[in-house]
T-cell receptor
């Protein structure tokens, strides 16, 4: 199956600074890479995803980049705000599976300091 | 409103007492799954189902059972709960693109 490594496990940034979270995956056949945000006491929710036919995708202050050769993808949050404080999970699909069969990273707890 | 629901949201039980956590979705999704979330370990898949009567083990299936008799429901069964099953449990459903998570069930086994 897929193996997903996520770093760092915790990240503290000053409000307004950028935050970057990185993930590596093992299966070169993986073609879909979502990021989920989990606020304290809430359920994980999809915030952005990328497919293997593009190298970067942006949605306002968040972006995801993908390097298929190196088998890693990253979440970038610019101009961080206190409401960005949460746990972020990356994921990648099991080999041969559709995007619904996912392996998740262990999560990154992001703290944005006002 | 499209949603995934779980019940109960909180449960404290004792070792060995069988319990069921229900999960229901109203989006007509074929795929449903159960995860457990533990500090430092992220989300680990317990079981998943590709459709009615089709279920398979995830990464941590020991001590759990599931059934999928109807498309909308995917209950998680703990026949003989043990303290190491104390965790936060999430049900999720998907049409193949985005996974929608339920609100979670916090289970404590004493």
């Amino acid at each position: 199956g897929e193996n997903v490594e996520q770093h760092p496990s915790t990240l503290s940034v000053q409000e307004g600074d950028s935050a970057v979270i990185k993930c590596t995956y093992s299966d070169s056949a993986s073609n879909y890479f979502p990021w989920y945000k989990q606020e304290l006491g809430k359920r994980p929710q999809l915030i952005i995803d990328i497919r293997s036919n593009v190298g970067e995708k942006k949605d306002q202050r968040i972006a995801v980049t993908l390097n298929k050769t190196a088998k890693h993808f990253s979440l970038h949050i610019t101009e961080t705000q206190p409401e960005d404080s949460a746990v972020y999970f990356c994921a990648a699909p099991y080999s041969g599976a559709g995007s619904y069969q996912l392996t998740f990273g262990k999560g990154t707890k992001l703290s944005v300091i006002p | 409103e499209a949603q995934v629901t779980q019940n109960p949201r909180y449960l404290i039980t004792v070792t060995g007492k069988k319990l069921t956590v229900t999960c229901s979705q109203n989006m007509n999704h074929e795929y449903m799954s159960w995860y457990r979330q533990d500090p430092g370990l992220g989300l680990r898949q317990i079981y998943y189902s590709m459709n009615v009567e089709v279920t398979d083990k995830g990464d941590v299936p020991e001590g759990y059972k599931v059934s999928r008799k109807e498309k909308r429901n995917f209950p998680l069964i703990l026949e003989s709960p043990s303290p190491n099953q104390t965790s936060l449990y999430f049900c999720a459903s998907s049409s193949g693109i985005e996974q929608y998570f339920g609100p979670g069930t916090r289970l404590t086994v004493t």
